[in-house]
Each structure stands twice: as C-alpha cells, then as structure tokens.
C-alpha cells in the first residue's frame, strides 16, 4: 500500500486539496480539487462539477503531469502544519466505473510515484525539530 494508515487519516479527513498540473506551454495550474482516496487503486480520484471541459482534465490528458497537495495548520503556538504531498502520473478518465471523487463524472485520477507527509503523527516533536516522511512508491510494471 502506497500510504501510511496515518496518511489515509488525515486524507480522508480533509474535504480540500490542491491539484497542480502542466499547460501545454509549460506553465504551472494549481487548482483547489474535491478528492477521495481509492482503496481499490490506491490513487487518489478527484472529481468536480463541469470537470471533464476543465483545463486541469485537459493538462493532464495531454501529458499526465500532475502533484498534489493536502495540508492545514493544527496549531498557530506553537506553529505547527501537516501535510501529505504526492507527486506522480495522473490520468484523465471520462466515464470511470470505479471512482471514489465526492462529485460523479469525469475524475482525474492521481497515481503517486512520491509522497513527502509531515506533522500527521508526532505531536510531542518541536515543530521545527520534525522529520518530513519521503519515499518513492513502487510502480506497477504494466498499467
């Protein structure tokens, strides 16, 4: 399994992600997504309203290139963040049979290859002094 069960707590308690794709030209989207883990994929599937006439469906059509980013701050004092970011290949998918987004129709789907989570699990750790989780996921050999 790609995450951590402390990762997929926090996920599955946030309603708000940001969704950051490529324009053919090279230049960066960043786009607040309702999301949804997906056990059966282990992906993560984002939906919303009019998506598939969206420029982020279209971006990642065209070329796949997607980071995602789930985050909030737990406390201001002392200062303390959490986040889960998941970098990876997403995938455009007009009629999905196995979605998980909050909303139905056309999702994108989030395939992570990284993923950096932070603050989820230590709270006695000095903020400062906390250790950000990275790892590489194991890619499938053929999707």
């Not at 069960?5 to 607040?32: C, F, I, K, S, W």
């Not at 990642?60 to 701050?73: L, S």
């Not at 999702?107 to 932070?118: K, T």
Request: include cysteine.
């Amino acid at each position: 399994m790609p995450f951590a069960d402390t990762e997929l707590e926090y996920l599955a308690a946030q309603p708000l992600g940001r969704l950051a794709t490529v324009h053919p030209d090279g230049t960066l989207q960043v786009n607040p997504v309702g999301f949804a883990y997906n056990p059966t994929t282990q992906t993560i599937d984002i939906g919303g309203f009019n998506l598939a006439r969206s420029r982020k469906f279209r971006n990642v059509a065209d070329n796949g290139r997607v980071a995602f980013v789930v985050d909030d701050i737990a406390s201001v004092q002392p200062w303390r963040v959490r986040c889960v970011d998941i970098r990876g290949h997403g995938e455009a998918i007009d009629k999905p049979v196995d979605s998980k987004a909050p909303v139905g129709g056309p999702i994108i789907r989030v395939y992570p290859h990284r993923i950096i989570s932070f603050g989820l699990d230590d709270l006695d750790t000095e903020p400062h002094d906390l250790v950000p989780n990275r790892r590489d996921v194991p890619r499938p050999s053929a999707r």
